[in-house]
């Protein structure tokens, strides 16, 4: 191949870039601008004109007469302009970008002066007659020209990908360093285009093809999910299946959408969705599922014909992408749910209830089996999704029943692939296929977490360590607790308001857990640790605004300060509190406000609710299998006059 030590203004002489759509969209970040921009300063520092090495841009060259790229390598998608050279960008394409971008900020800030720099380096011919000297890919290319070449700032209200966001990000960034740096600005352009230099590499066909899996699996990494559209790009032109290639394409650009309405933001996010989307679709093996670009190549290897039989396989798999990823923008983001599909209130409740789990992993690819392999009848799908919020709740998130939050999950991944390819047990027999998933998850259920082991891990012992303030379902739990409150007030609710983060509201809608008897009270005698601070009862749901009022009173003080520092978050369970301590403080044998006081009364307060909670907790997720053993909780007496007493405590 030939190589050449060159600079911005020499490289774009004559030139064209063109982004292939193999190539992943934009994807730099805050960390990635600020290094830039470092270098550039440390080099404006400088009292030499020295060349400053910034790595290395490989690109393909394309044929200028026909305007079609002839490497069949990769993609070609629009390759040249008339009279220039079209290279396609193999790699470098993250830092070519990102520094058109920085150009462009500069001569947007005095257009008339930067006139030639815009025709030099982004755009030439006049208006009707624009031509484009870089070219992103199909994911970009439609954003960056109206955001970045038009300057149109609407264009940020239009967001699809992540990619734009990045753009945005890195737009806004330059554009206020520039107008910090006006004065230097000419300095800083001069940089940019002449003293930056990169090795810029332009290989022959058989040298780009050798390069392909080099290009992936080196700089910033790539998921696994970039690397096979990449793959499938790269085998659909090498085996001439144009049709093919339009599929992939047209299939990605939806892909993404999806993701990026899911909230997909990391190439760990990423990973996992076509981890759950492999498991469901191919194989139910946890270990294949790890490496699923490689089980890919292996299926669809680039030495092998594509048959009929593997295209029509191959088709399907990107029909089955495309749907899992709009369930998962389902599961994911309410809003979108409801934008497509307001009139389904019962799957837009159930979504809701599993969208607040802290975790879902293991019954991801079940979630994803049902939702893209039910018949249409939603209420099929609602009633297995019900199911799988309880197991889901009962089995993992419900602390102490599972040694690993990973635990039998190889079970459920087999019933997801069963379940979408109709196997053994889950053969389509209309409403026959619901029965069978019912008694198998049900079950699943019981095994795990059979109705004692339900109650018995809502509790605790004096020798268990558990603090429910740790529990990572602690908010979840209480948020169905109001919920049912306020129904039963016919009032409203919405317990997705519990997985809002910090950031995403104001204080007084940010909802916080709160300990009832606080850890630093009567610490001399009962530490931050001792059992009555830990037990479930002893926490509610109330607005950070209140929350940050708060200090260590004494118990009866608490609960007063708690109801009236409600402001935005009308809580039932707050307001019931005054209940429960006027309740214990009647029952309570000890009068004189002494530190034994204050463990009596919050013990009595800690049984009364978790009696309550347990209840709520049985009749929410309830399975067939359960049993009705359960009475109440107390820490005060045994096993008397028959009755069915649970005891957690032997405090006299």
């Not at 439609?142 to 737009?171: D, G, P």
């Not at 497509?340 to 019962?346: E, N, P, V």
């Not at 037990?535 to 940050?548: D, E, K, M, P, T």
């Not at 109801?563 to 307001?575: C, H």
Request: net charge neutral; with cysteine.
């Amino acid at each position: 191949m030939s190589a050449e030590y060159t600079n911005l203004e020499t490289l774009f002489r004559g030139r064209t870039f063109v982004i292939p759509d193999y190539q992943r969209g934009y994807s730099w970040g805050e960390g990635q601008i600020e290094d830039l921009k470092k270098d550039i300063e440390i080099i404006q520092k400088r009292k030499d004109n020295n060349t400053y090495s910034t790595g290395a841009i490989v690109a393909v060259e394309g044929d200028k007469e026909s305007g079609k790229d002839n490497n069949t390598h990769f993609t070609g998608a629009i390759v040249a302009v008339e009279g220039n050279d079209g290279y396609e960008v193999v790699d470098g394409q993250q830092r070519l970008t990102t520094l058109l971008i920085l150009i462009q900020s500069i001569c947007q800030s005095e257009p008339e002066k930067y006139a030639d720099i815009t025709k030099q380096y982004i755009q030439t011919g006049g208006i009707g007659n624009e031509k484009l000297k870089f070219i992103p890919n199909s994911e970009v290319k439609v954003f960056f020209k109206e955001y970045i070449i038009n300057n149109h700032e609407a264009a940020k209200e239009k967001t699809e990908y992540l990619s734009h966001e990045k753009i945005v990000a890195a737009k806004e960034n330059f554009d206020k360093w520039i107008k910090e740096k006006d004065k230097d600005k000419d300095k800083i352009l001069d940089i940019v285009t002449k003293q930056l230099k990169f090795i810029f590499f332009n290989p022959s066909d058989s040298a780009a093809g050798m390069m392909f899996e080099v290009i992936n699996n080196r700089g910033k990494p790539l998921s696994e999910l970039e690397k096979i559209k990449n793959y499938l790009l790269y085998l659909s032109i090498n085996q001439n299946k144009a049709s093919l290639r339009v599929t992939i394409n047209e299939t990605w650009t939806k892909i993404l959408k999806n993701l990026n309405k899911a909230y997909v933001r990391s190439l760990d996010d990423e990973n996992n969705f076509l981890r759950y989307c492999y498991l469901v679709f191919f194989d139910d093996s946890t270990k294949k599922s790890q490496h699923v670009y490689r089980e890919l190549k292996n299926l669809f290897s680039a030495t092998e014909e594509l048959v009929d039989e593997k295209i029509e396989k191959l088709q399907k798999f990107l029909c089955f992408l495309e749907e899992a990823s709009m369930q998962y923008a389902y599961f994911h983001n309410s809003d979108y749910f409801k934008a497509q599909s307001s009139s389904q209130k019962g799957l837009l409740t159930i979504l809701k209830y599993l969208r607040c789990h802290p975790v879902n992993a293991s019954i991801m690819p079940l979630y994803l089996a049902i939702m893209c392999k039910s018949p249409s009848d939603n209420n099929e799908k609602l009633k297995l999704l019900e199911l799988l919020e309880v197991l889901n709740f009962r089995v993992y998130v419900l602390p102490k029943v599972t040694a690993r939050a990973d635990s039998s999950q190889p079970i459920l991944f087999k019933w997801g692939h069963d379940y979408f390819h109709g196997k053994e047990k889950f053969k389509w027999h209309g409403e026959n296929t619901e029965l069978q998933f019912k008694e198998a998850l049900s079950t699943f259920i019981k095994r795990h977490c059979d109705t004692i082991t339900f109650i018995k891990h809502l509790t605790i012992d004096e020798d268990e360590s558990e603090n429910y303030y740790n529990w990572k379902g602690l908010k979840y739990f209480l948020g169905r607790y109001e919920e049912k409150l306020q129904n039963d007030d016919k009032n409203t609710w919405d317990v997705e308001q519990v997985r809002k983060l910090r950031t995403e509201c104001q204080s007084g809608d940010y909802i916080s857990t709160e300990h009832i008897w606080a850890v630093g009270n009567n610490n001399e005698h009962y530490p931050t640790d001792y059992i009555q601070k830990r037990r479930l009862g002893n926490f509610v749901i109330i607005s950070l605004r209140a929350n940050i009022h708060l200090g260590d009173d004494d118990i009866a003080t608490k609960v007063k300060s708690l109801k009236e520092g409600q402001s935005t978050a009308k809580l039932k369970q707050v307001y019931e509190l005054e209940k429960f301590c006027a309740n214990s403080e009647q029952k309570s044998y000890r009068k004189r406000k002494t530190h034994a006081y204050h463990k009596d009364l919050s013990s009595r307060i800690n049984d009364e609710r978790e009696t309550k909670l347990i209840q709520f907790a049985l009749e929410t997720w309830k399975i067939d299998a359960d049993q009705d053993i359960f009475d109440k909780v107390d820490s005060f007496h045994g096993n008397k006059d028959g009755k069915n007493y649970f005891i957690k405590t032997t405090e006299a």
